[in-house]
């Protein structure tokens, strides 16, 4: 896990707090888009608006943000694909390690992975901005997610099969698997296989809505989400590399590819 770690390291200690908005934001996007394109991956960047708010210990500005958009080839109408993302953001004043340094990390690592591998479908992964709050409920959450979502064509909706949100992956030695259902879903049962077959031990974490799968499945769509373990560190200055763990990272992208492949 040598490049997720060392995505964490990078954008915690180098970069640092990179709410969606700012500076520091499109510098981590930047460099998260020359990893993905170093591992052969085309990326679209899909910009899109974010208001102001208070986002969790400080006041933050308006302003655009964007997603990266990771394909490899080109996905034909109608064809079934899947979804992986992680929010690349953060909150004010927070380094953001475990949250979500650790999500993007595994998805360059995925990137990596899939570089020479073929999956069973075609695989989009996107670096979400602008997930944390900037204010109460729905309406001020997952601003990256939610214009990915409105952005999917009707054939794209239709053929999605599947969407996996990493957030919050480097904490802990067993992996959340999250579903804002009251019980297990036909994605949360895949992705479970998929960690047995992968010697990963789950729990299922019902009534989970607080991700980008979030975006996906309020709009009728299949999504899920990996990780979400509590942690002291939490949307604080504390959220450092040490706070995370190199075999939990490990761990879910074993899931994911597992998943994938």
């Given at each position: ?23 520091a934001y499109f510098e981590a996007a930047a460099w998260v888009e020359r ?21 969790w210990n400080a006041p933050v500005e308006a ?199």
């Amino acid at each position: 896990m040598r490049t997720a770690m060392d995505a964490v390291r990078h954008l915690a200690l180098e970069i640092g707090p990179r709410p969606g908005t700012t500076k520091a934001y499109f510098e981590a996007a930047a460099w998260v888009e020359r990893q993905l394109t170093g591992s052969g991956w085309s990326v679209e960047r899909q910009r899109f608006p974010t208001p102001a708010g208070y986002s969790w210990n400080a006041p933050v500005e308006a302003g655009p943000s964007v997603n990266l958009i990771a394909t490899q080839g080109e996905l034909q109408p109608g064809e079934p694909w899947l979804a992986v993302g992680a929010h690349l953001d953060t909150v004010p004043l927070a380094p953001g390690a475990e949250d979500n340094a650790s999500g993007i990390g595994v998805l360059l690592a995925v990137a990596e992975a899939l570089q020479d591998t073929r999956s069973r479908l075609p695989v989009v992964l996107v670096a979400f901005g602008s997930e944390e709050p900037r204010g109460e409920g729905d309406a001020h959450h997952h601003y990256g997610s939610r214009a990915y979502v409105a952005s999917l064509t009707p054939q794209q909706r239709q053929s999605l099969r599947g969407m996996v949100s990493m957030d919050r992956v480097g904490v802990g030695d067993v992996l959340p698997v999250g579903t804002p259902a009251d019980g297990p879903t036909a994605l949360t049962d895949a992705l479970v296989e998929a960690a047995r077959s992968a010697g990963v031990e789950t729990v299922l974490d019902t009534g989970q809505d607080s991700s980008d799968h979030w975006s996906f499945v309020r709009d009728g769509l299949p999504g899920a989400r990996l990780g979400g373990t509590s942690y002291g560190a939490y949307h604080s200055a504390a959220d450092l590399p040490a706070v995370v763990n190199r075999a939990q990272l490990e761990r879910t992208a074993r899931t994911v590819l597992a998943w994938l492949r």
